[in-house]
């Protein structure tokens, strides 16, 4: 089993939908949740991070976690054309350790006009 | 500023071949790390440095895997004797101190 599942996808909606990306994590001492962003044949971009459990707004997105249920949650409302990528999770031990990122599988969105 | 840049962008191998890639980090990051991302995968670590200092190779995946930081600036990753299953996207992320990465766009490895 690896130490992050993220199910991949592909994932088709229309613009304005609300879409939600999910991961599981095995790692009891993961602390920071990341979410990157990846276009494609680009290299993937921090779109935001959670510290421990709860929610975290950012605009249209909303990042979501839930530590007993080892449950990662990105929320996008009114998805738009220019959301369509493919979103990483990555969840992170912190604390002394250097960045070293465990990336789940990634979703493909594509958001149609 | 500039970003993190990776060269070539493509590179097209035949087996048994090496090949070098190289990352220009964000002037002045302390960390750079390398990741190998496979097709419809995410990408997976392969080495850090700190500095100069190669700390962590745990990812590379055999000892045709090399990778070099000599100033603390540029890093070259070496495939040696290149393998079909060495076909992905290598990617090079720079961050300041235990800080937020930033990755380049990659370097995409075809190996025939």
């Known amino acids: 089993q690896k130490e992050v599942e993220q199910d991949p996808g592909p994932l088709s909606v229309p613009e304005g939908a609300i879409v939600s990306l999910n991961c599981t994590y095995s790692?009891?001492?993961?602390?920071?949740f990341m979410w990157y962003r990846q276009y494609s044949r680009k290299g993937p971009e921090l779109l935001m991070y959670t510290y421990s459990s709860g929610n975290k707004e950012d605009g249209r997105f909303t990042a979501q976690v839930d530590k007993s249920s080892k449950y990662i949650s990105l929320f996008i409302r009114d998805s738009q054309p220019s959301d369509s990528a493919t979103y990483l999770c990555?969840?992170?031990?912190?604390?002394?350790?250097?960045?070293?990122?465990?990336f789940g599988q990634g979703t493909i969105l594509t958001v149609h006009p | 500023g500039a970003g993190v840049s990776q060269s070539p962008r493509y590179k097209v191998a035949k087996r048994g071949q090496d090949v070098a890639l190289r990352c220009d980090p964000i002037?002045?990051?302390?960390?750079l790390f390398w990741y190998q991302q496979a097709l419809g995968q995410g990408p997976e670590f392969l080495t850090y440095f700190q500095n100069e200092a190669q700390l962590d190779k745990s990812g590379l995946p055999s000892d045709r895997f090399f990778a070099e930081r000599p100033e603390g600036s540029v890093s070259t990753l070496k495939i040696q004797r290149t393998q079909q299953e060495d076909s992905a996207v290598y990617l090079c992320a720079s961050s300041p101190a235990m800080s937020e990465q930033f990755f380049g766009p990659g370097t995409r490895l075809t190996v025939l």
């Open positions: 790692n009891s001492a993961f602390q920071y």
């Open positions: 002037s002045g990051h302390v960390s």
């Open positions: 990555a969840p992170h031990p912190g604390g002394t350790s250097y960045g070293k990122l465990t």
